[in-house]
Each structure stands twice: as C-alpha cells, then as structure tokens.
C-alpha cells in the first residue's frame, strides 16, 4: 500500500466506525444485547456498500477484508467499556460521521465509474453507499428512517457528486475530483445543522387516512 | 424501437408514474420531505424489479436507462404541484396502477423464461416484479405490508402468471401469451376491486399472545 | 442421489418445514392472509440463504428447486388444517426448527468454503443462512427482531461454524466438521433456552430519549 492508500483506508475506517456505532447507540435505545447491537452496527456501516456492490455485479468489498467486521467488533467493546467517555464525544462523534460519509460517497462514485457506468449512476450509487446504512438500520430497529424526515444526509451526498461531476467536466484529474467531492459532502453537511437546514416536507392529502391506496 | 416497443415502454412508464405516485402519497401521510417521498417512490416503482434482476443475475434493469429516475422525480413535482387536481383522479391513478401492475408481471415472467428458468420461477418473478415494491413501500414507511392484510393483488400477479403458462402450453405466441397475461391481471383485480374479494385470513393461534418464536 | 445426499436433503427439508411454520405463526399473530403468511414464511425460510448466495454470487439455491417452495406451501396448508394439533406439537416444532438451523448453518459454512473464502466469512455465512430468516420475518411482520433482544440463536450459529473451524484445523474430513458444527449448534441452543442463557443487554446512553443521531 502506497501512504496516499493508507490515508484513504484510515478515513474509511474512521467511516466504518463512526457508522457502525452510529448503529449501536440507537440499538442500546432500543434494549438489544451484544449481539442485536453489533448486527444494526454492522448494518448501519456496510450495508449501503453491499447492496451498491450486488447492483455493480462486483465482488461485495468487506467479503475480502476482515477489517470492517473487526472495528465494528472494537467499536461495540469502546461503546461497552467508554459510554460515559463517549457520551462527551458526541462532537468527534459527529465529525468522524461526517468525514465517513464524505469518504463513502467518493468510494460509491469512483467505483461506478470504474466499472464504466454513466455520471448519474454513480452519484445514486455514491448515495446509496453514504446513506442506505442508516435505512437500514432504522428498519431493524423497527424505526421510521430518520433520514426521510429531517437531516439533509442525503442531499449532502448527491450535492458532492454533482461536484464531482462538475469537476469532472471542467477537466480536473481524480484527486481533485474526489476532494472537492468529499469537501463539499462534509460542507453541506456541516452548514447544514448549523443553520438548520432542511428539505421541504410533502403534506397530506386530506382524504388519506393512513395513506390509502 | 418499434411501435410496438414504443408501446410497451410506454406503458411500462405509465405503471412506474403510477407506482412512484403510490410511494409518494403514503410518505405524505407519513410526513416525510421531497428526499424521503422520492425515495420511497422510486423504491415502490423499481423495487421488485430490482431483486428480480439480482436474482437472475442479470443487470438491474434501471441502472441503464434513466428514464425510470426520471419519470419518478416527475411523479414527485406533480405530487407536490397538482395535488388537489391529483386527488379527483384517483380512479385514473387506480387505473394506471393495475396497467403497470399488468406490464411488471409480463415482463417479469417473459424475462425469468428468457434466462431458461421453468415456468413455476417465472411466475413467482412476476409476482415479485409485480408485488414487492409496495411490500418493500410499506417496510420502508414503517407499516405492515397491506397486501398481506388485503387486496387480491399478488393473486392478480398469480393469476395472470398461470393464464401465461396456459396459453404457451396451448401453443399460442409470445404476444398472445403475454396479452392474455396482461388482461387477466387486470381482469382480476378489477373484479376484486368491485366484488371485495379476499384471501382467507389465517386466525390466531389462541395460545401466542405475541406470535411466539 | 445417495443415500447420504437423501438423508441430508431430507434434514433441509424438515428445517425448511419448521422456519416456514415459525413465520406463518407469527403470521397469523397479525392477522395476514394466506398469501402474506405464505409469503412470510417463504422469507423465513429461504431468505437467508438467498442473501448469502447473492452475496457469494452463484447461483439462488431455492430458483433450481420447487421443494423449498412446495414444502413452504404443505406448511401453510399444514398450519390451517391442523392449528390445534400442532400447538400440542410445540416441542416438536421446536426441536424441527432447531435441526434446521443446524443444517443450515453448515450449508451455509460448506457453500462458502466451496468458493475458496475465509474461514471467517464462512462462519459469518452460516450465521446469516441460519439467522437472517428469521430477521426479515420480524421485519415483514413490523415487529423488532426478536434476536435482537433474547435468544442465543445467532451465538449458536456462531459456536457451529467456530466449532468447524476446529475440526477443520484438527484435520478432520469434512463430515466430522459438518456433523460437529451441527451438534454444537443444537446443543447450545437446547442448553441456551433450558438453562435460559442470554447476551449481555447494551445499556441505554442516559441522554439519548430516542436513540439520538
């Protein structure tokens, strides 16, 4: 591995393990064991890189690595052993949160294109990689998906492929792409909670009860 | 393309509006944003077709032509721009759905029969082609899946994947196979629709409170 | 088929028989139909090992084969014809449910193997085949998933595969690795709910309401 692949492998393990115990904390909410918590963990951080994977037809990525099952295993022992300390970090927490989606969505956006799909395909695929972990865990936790009513999770991750596309465009190599990319994910999403940002909400139709149909 | 291919994708869009349109309400019921809303849509339009092709082991059928995003996003601005106009045509929404619901089956069972699987995997494709998205809705809206409750759709999708095998049996074409399929699915769940047919319900085990293990 | 092919198919078959018959009970729980408690107990039973052979990406075991959906169905038919029986059969169940997930969690070790993976993806793969089922049965019917909370059903689909991994490094052929990770499997799941073992439960963070993030 050059160090530019270790830097890249670090961020997406800080990723990894800010996603999973994203999982784990909002499992404790809900009363589960060990088990119950390191499974939504695990769920919540590689869940959207697996059904990006399938979809690709390629290898799905944690299958020939250990690594992500280990720091999701590591990140239930901190999560155990360190609550009080951890509670403190909710801002690193968040940070670390953050950076991982920058780094998800990039892996989801450079892949796709590697495999020769267009523009708009890999930045779905890029968001699908930052945020279907955290449906999915809100579906195991039998929860409504937390990202569909506020949050502009989402939108950070396809405002940093459209950068990426716009860079693509105006010629820049891979590296440029990539860090205005993932620059703009964190900064939407930063802005975001600081100003409180948030997408329009649809409002009922009068004559659905419970959503007809 | 054809006329005739025209035809068939057009009615293929027609089921995708109708089906987005079906995801989109129920978010609004739920209160969800234009993220959420598009989302849920979009997973009720191409849902089932989306496992289908896992399953095949074929490429997903959406991830090479936009217009299956496109038109959902569509679906969404209506929603939002001519929802009291929307809401008087429910029947026409009705109408659309059980058309797309005709077309999904078809396609999935005449694309399972391509790929060289006997007829009783083509017409579960179709069902699950037909069927899963909205299972796959209501999962995501944090409902229980109301074809298990009511409505004869997946008997619909059932029915027309046997009227299909019926007809290659008696050695009519691929049109006509597909034809007769389309018009039993809509045949049935229209008269289901008129005549308030039910599956059985299955009754509770009087000993399990909450279902048991 | 030899005998010993007939012998262990048969096994699948009686662990097919019992996850179909755990989902249509919980089924019924709710109220669903014939189709939904067909449709759950279908997913209890083959959804495991459907996502581990997408995972693995060969070929959908239960696609080459209508036993696993005709026994799906004789169980639906079972529990309708013969509920007040089969009540009074509830260890049988029981013990059926748990030869099951022994058979299969050392398929889902076997398959994985097969294909030149890890050791810890195999035991990962049988845990999933054996468990998952039952995971997207809870999710079907909305309810949290009951793993989640009690049982030590995953722990002894981990116990299973670690046990096959000692046998396997003792150099025992695979029979005495598939029949020792069976036994284990059963024996730790008898023992689990006899002397009621549990997962240690994750403690809630005191200043989460609702899982916070």
Do not use: H
């Given at each position: 591995m050059t160090i530019e692949q270790i830097f890249l492998f670090t961020l997406e393990m800080i990723g990894t393990v800010a996603f999973a115990i994203s999982g784990i904390r909002m499992s404790a909410a809900k009363h589960f064991d060990w088990f119950g918590a390191y499974t939504v963990g695990l769920v919540t951080a590689i869940g959207g890189g697996t059904l990006r994977d399938l979809m690709l037809d390629c290898p799905v990525f944690w299958m020939s690595n250990f690594w992500y099952l280990g720091v999701t295993g590591l990140s239930l022992v901190a999560v155990i052993a360190l609550k009080k300390y951890l509670l403190r970090l909710s801002t690193t927490i968040f940070i670390f949160d953050t950076i991982g989606l920058a780094m998800f969505v990039v892996i989801g956006v450079q892949k796709t294109l590697l495999f020769g799909h267009p523009m708009w395909l890999a930045i779905l695929m890029g968001t699908i990689t930052g945020a279907l972990g955290?449906?999915?865990?809100?579906?195991?936790?039998?929860?409504?998906?937390?990202?569909?009513?506020?949050?502009?999770?989402?939108?950070?991750?396809i405002a940093g492929?459209?950068?990426?596309?716009?860079?693509?465009?105006?010629?820049?190599?891979?590296?440029?792409?990539?860090?205005?990319?993932?620059v703009t994910v964190i900064a939407v999403r930063l802005l975001a909670v600081h100003y409180g940002w948030s997408i329009p909400m649809l409002r009922n139709f009068p004559d659905d009860n419970d959503g007809g149909q």
């Open positions: 955290g449906i999915l865990r809100d579906i195991l936790i039998n929860d409504v998906p937390l990202i569909f009513r506020k949050d502009v999770y989402a939108t950070a991750c492929g459209l950068v990426y596309w716009l860079m693509m465009i105006a010629g820049f190599n891979e590296i440029v792409q990539g860090s205005a990319c993932a």
